[in-house]
């Protein structure tokens, strides 16, 4: 009887909060590159300003 009381009590006791999972799952460390988030940002608007800077000193 003591048993399925415990047992019960293991059942009926609270859940942890739902961002648990998301703290332990962005902690995670992942392979494969690595980039700073200035640099991922950078390299477009790199790019976009050199086609623009060569479609003005380039256009007939």
Do not use: N, Q, Y
Request: net charge positive.
């Amino acid at each position: 009887p003591s048993f399925r009381i415990r047992m019960a009590d293991k059942k009926s006791a609270p859940l942890p909060a739902s961002s648990g999972g998301l703290m332990r799952f962005f902690e995670d460390e992942t392979k494969g590159f690595k980039l700073d988030p200035r640099i991922v940002v950078s390299i477009p608007i790199s790019l976009i300003s050199i086609s623009w800077v060569i479609d003005i000193f380039l256009a007939p």
